[in-house]
């Protein structure tokens, strides 16, 4: 398993201003992600964050909006840009152990995003 | 287009038994997951199929049929703090997580 720490859990945003969330994992991990969950929604993966490279964005997601930083295999940053009140949501950081399964994902507490 | 469906809510009594289902449209399959999400926390894993059949851990069941699309998380003896949404997610012919919305599930005492 792993203990995964996201900050800030929640914050108020005026709407035009960025925020960026951090992720720290207690050990080093390969596979790191970061999805958004709008209320009463499924998971979206927002993008695959590589170390060392750019981070590999999903369909609808673009690195201006969404920068994402890997400086090394325990941290990452999520900035949300620009901010308008549809941007509200829970941004979970996940990480994947190397094992067998694939998909087996561990989160972070999420951080809760309100645009005002 | 891929697809997981599941039911949006469920009301279930403490004692009960409780059969979450989901069925799923996706171009391939490589392996389906429940995961457990109490409110304002984040996902937990539960139980991973890649074959048909049931595997059971503890309380919880979980079931697949390849050929149907189809799986459902069974859960025994509920207690209170199983209230949360269940969340199924299936991995795709190219490795990508496709989520299900989650159903969430009340119980009562």
């Known amino acids: 398993s792993a203990v995964i720490s996201q900050k800030p859990s929640r914050d108020i945003c005026q709407r035009g201003t960025s925020l960026t969330i951090q992720c720290q994992v207690d050990?080093?991990?390969?596979?790191m992600f970061w999805y958004r969950q709008q209320p009463g929604q499924s998971l979206t993966l927002i993008a695959t964050a590589n170390q060392g490279s750019e981070a590999t964005y999903e369909s609808g997601f673009v690195i201006d909006k969404f920068p994402i930083s890997r400086p090394n295999l325990t941290f990452s940053t999520l900035t949300v840009s620009n901010m308008s009140p549809e941007d509200s949501s829970i941004y979970l950081c996940?990480?994947?152990?190397?094992?067998?399964?694939?998909?087996?994902?561990?989160f972070g507490e999420g951080s809760r995003l309100t645009v005002l | 287009g891929q697809n997981i469906d599941q039911p949006t809510e469920m009301t279930a009594t403490e004692g009960a038994i409780v059969q979450i289902n989901c069925t799923y449209q996706t171009s391939g399959f490589n392996g389906l997951f429940w995961y457990q999400q109490h409110a304002g926390e984040a996902p937990t894993f539960l139980s991973y199929?890649?074959l048909d059949g049931l595997e059971e851990k503890g309380r919880f069941s979980s079931f697949l049929s390849r050929s149907k699309g189809y799986s459902y998380l069974l859960l025994k003896e509920l207690q209170m703090k199983d209230s949360a949404s269940y969340l199924c997610?299936?991995?795709?012919?190219?490795?990508?997580?496709?989520w299900g919305a989650g159903t969430k599930l009340i119980i009562k005492p």
């Open positions: 050990s080093q991990v390969t596979m």
């Open positions: 199929n890649v």
């Open positions: 997610a299936v991995v795709d012919s190219n490795y990508q997580l496709i």
């Open positions: 996940s990480v994947a152990i190397g094992r067998d399964i694939v998909g087996e994902l561990f």
